[in-house]
């Protein structure tokens, strides 16, 4: 049984349509990581499951509670850590967590116990009385992580939880994230990220404001099926007509062609084999090819039809 679950979330800013019928559900000890460049969404579903932002139609529970019901125990239910850090930055790494608990009734010596218990197994323990402020960004966000699991919520909901983290931290992070999971928590993380969403258990690809594509890694890099090739056309070639140039050439030989802003796309099985007969049919119509095996970019360029780039501003959900 799912622990978290949205059915047709909307949510409208005026005229424009931040998110439009997003429905998913996460079971105890996954990862779902909603994926997506800024503007796509992801904010504002973050906000609206946060309890945050109320949703212009739709509905979505959390532990069995639904925001029309008791919204005290559902937000009892989560742990959520922001992209923006939230704590204190002059009091120490014990004194955030114990301001916190104290927001939540929790008080005196089983406060501190839960509090240290945190500590040690994030590895944090030994910096319990160091301001926050001395802390490198991958230990701050680790006490953010504590801070957020200190009344023992069944979810964990993190917006972007690697912002401004070197790649060390980055990976450290979702190791802590995995173990998290294999305790049986629920954890839903927003990211712009493909090596972050890689880590999850399952990827949902969120576009402006759609649910694009949703399943684990592996299975939706099968969906696209074969090598990708990506020729960049040279100045003054247009990557639509070089595409139709291939289609015309090869026929069913050449695979799936599309063209994507100034790519062309060939997603064909044994790549490597076409790279000399596209080299000796278009000389001089693009300026690189690249091969490789699918990636979650090209799950998300396929589910799109574009690439991955933010949002013009004022498209997102970060403008409303």
Sequence with gaps: MPVLSADRLSRDFG????LDGVSLS???????????????????????????????????????????GDLAALRRSLGVVFQSPSLDRKLTVME??????????????????????????????????????????GLARRVEIAKALLHRPPVLLLDEPSTGLDPGAR???????????????????????FEEAEAATRVGIL???????????????????G???????????????????????????AGHVTAVGSTVRIERARGHEFVPALVEAFPGRFRSVTLGAPSLEDVFVDATG???????????????
């Design 171 to 193: 990976r450290d992070l979702m190791a802590l994230l995995a173990s998290l999971a294999e305790g049986g928590a629920v954890v839903l993380l927003t990211t712009h990220l």
């Design 306 to 320: 574009r690439l991955f780039r933010d949002e013009e501003p004022g498209t997102g959900e970060e403008a409303a």
């Design 26 to 68: 996460v079971a105890e000890g996954e990862i779902f990581a909603l994926l997506g460049p800024n503007g796509g969404g992801k904010t504002t579903l973050f906000r609206i499951l946060a309890t945050l932002l109320a949703p212009t139609s739709g509905s979505f529970r959390v532990a069995g509670h639904g925001p029309s």
């Design 227 to 253: 090598d990708v090739l990506a020729l960049e056309t040279a100045e003054g070639e247009e990557a639509g007509g070089l595409a139709r140039a291939v289609v015309a050439r090869f026929g069913g030989e």
């Design 96 to 137: 955030n967590l114990l301001l916190q608990g104290s927001l939540y009734g929790l008080r005196g010596p089983a406060l501190r116990a839960r509090a240290g218990e945190l500590l040690e197994r994030f590895s944090i323990a030994d910096r319990a009385r160091d301001p926050v402020e001395t802390l490198s960004g």
């Design 15 to 18: 005229s424009r349509r931040a």
């Design 207 to 225: 576009d402006r404001g759609r649910l694009a594509a949703e399943g684990t890694p592996a299975a939706l890099r099968a969906q696209v099926g």
